[in-house]
């Protein structure tokens, strides 16, 4: 049954080398509708209370998150992610997810990966993705899951999967920043330009990891989710 579903999953291998560029611009695009938008994953605290005043500071919050969670954390085990997918191994699936949840340090955080993770697999069987409705349920526990999924079965290479999902992470929190510290459009995207040039560096770290050195810890993002889980008043849902 596995690799009955895996080979679903994949589909007919385009002979059209822009399919899987435009299959990943339609993935990573902030219009994506899994709400994507709602979240600021911490921000909106360490705004309000100081952490964050304005683009210096935001830059280092997430350059230091880029580098050590998103590098250590999120992206080796996206790399899996689409290998278990493109193997057709739901149970690895499964357990690479669970590592993922475990990772996921405040309830906020856990709520936003399954929220997204379910909004995103019940996207990929909207569009009639092969195989995604068989896969549903493990897909629906995160948001990776989904994402890897969905890159195996376009034929998108796992480093260029890896690096639109480094960015699509990096802009939703710069846009989320725009609203919150607040910052203008142009600074906004300042940061995105100065940012974005450390995604490389963030793949080849996740690329040399070992299984069992996968793992950091953001004493920062924790503290700054967990006090937004009872912000009196906020914009965002994490």
Same mark, same amino acid.
């Given at each position: 049954?596995?690799?009955?579903?895996?080979?679903?999953?994949?589909?007919?291998?385009?002979?059209?080398?822009?399919?899987?560029?435009?299959?990943?611009?339609?993935?990573?695009?902030?219009?994506?509708?899994?709400?994507?938008?709602?979240?600021?994953?911490?921000?909106?605290?360490?705004?309000?209370?100081?952490?964050?005043?304005?683009?210096?500071?935001?830059?280092?919050?997430?350059?230091?998150?880029?580098?050590?969670?998103?590098?250590?954390?999120?992206?080796?085990?996206?790399?899996?992610?689409?290998?278990?997918?493109?193997?057709?191994?739901?149970?690895?699936?499964?357990?690479?997810?669970?590592?993922?949840?475990?990772?996921?340090?405040?309830?906020?955080?856990?709520?936003?990966?399954?929220?997204?993770?379910?909004?995103? =697999?019940?996207?990929?069987?909207?569009?009639?993705?092969?195989?995604?409705?068989?896969?549903?349920?493990?897909?629906?526990?995160?948001?990776?899951?989904?994402?890897?999924?969905?890159?195996?079965?376009?034929?998108?290479?796992?480093?260029?999967?890896?690096?639109?999902?480094?960015?699509?992470?990096?802009?939703?929190?710069?846009?989320?920043?725009?609203?919150?510290?607040?910052?203008?459009?142009?600074?906004?995207?300042?940061?995105?330009?100065?940012?974005?040039?450390?995604?490389?560096? =963030?793949?080849?770290?996740?690329?040399?990891?070992?299984?069992?050195?996968?793992?950091?810890?953001?004493?920062?993002? =924790?503290?700054?989710?967990?006090?937004?889980?009872?912000?009196?008043?906020?914009?965002?849902?994490?």
């Amino acid at each position: 049954m596995a690799m009955g579903m895996g080979t679903a999953a994949m589909g007919p291998m385009s002979s059209d080398g822009a399919a899987p560029l435009l299959r990943l611009l339609q993935l990573v695009s902030p219009s994506l509708p899994i709400g994507g938008y709602t979240y600021s994953q911490g921000i909106e605290w360490a705004v309000e209370s100081g952490w964050i005043r304005g683009l210096p500071d935001l830059e280092s919050w997430l350059a230091d998150l880029l580098l050590g969670t998103l590098a250590r954390v999120d992206l080796p085990l996206l790399l899996r992610l689409q290998a278990a997918a493109r193997a057709g191994d739901p149970a690895a699936l499964r357990d690479w997810t669970d590592q993922l949840l475990a990772s996921r340090e405040t309830a906020e955080l856990r709520s936003e990966e399954l929220n997204r993770g379910r909004a995103l =697999a019940d996207l990929l069987v909207a569009l009639g993705l092969p195989g995604a409705a068989d896969w549903r349920h493990q897909l629906a526990r995160s948001q990776a899951a989904s994402y890897a999924f969905a890159a195996a079965a376009w034929r998108i290479a796992p480093e260029v999967a890896a690096t639109g999902y480094a960015w699509s992470w990096l802009e939703g929190l710069v846009l989320a920043a725009v609203r919150i510290v607040p910052l203008g459009q142009t600074q906004g995207q300042q940061a995105l330009l100065r940012l974005a040039d450390e995604i490389p560096g =963030a793949l080849e770290r996740a690329q040399s990891l070992d299984d069992d050195a996968i793992g950091a810890s953001s004493p920062a993002l =924790a503290i700054a989710s967990s006090r937004h889980e009872i912000q009196y008043t906020r914009l965002f849902r994490s």
